[in-house]
């Protein structure tokens, strides 16, 4: 399933960089792109992985807004 993440605090290359390496840690998430302020994955279709999402995201110091 893809998922579309919109995300606050990104500002430069290597915000981008390390959002995409986060996302790309988790298992069963395959980055499509990310860019300033959205991110785009395919992972499977289960309750966990937006909270799973979410706290990658996190993790790096971005606050993930909307996950559509």
């Not at 395919?42 to 979410?54: F, M, N, T, Y």
């Amino acid at each position: 399933m893809k998922y579309e993440l919109t995300i606050s605090g990104m500002s430069c290359g290597h915000c981008v960089r390390a959002v995409e390496q986060a996302l790309a840690g988790l298992d069963g998430v395959q980055v499509d792109s990310v860019d300033m302020g959205l991110a785009v994955v395919d992972a499977p279709a289960d309750s966990a992985v937006r909270d799973r999402l979410k706290t990658a995201v996190h993790e790096e110091g971005y606050e993930v807004l909307k996950i559509s």
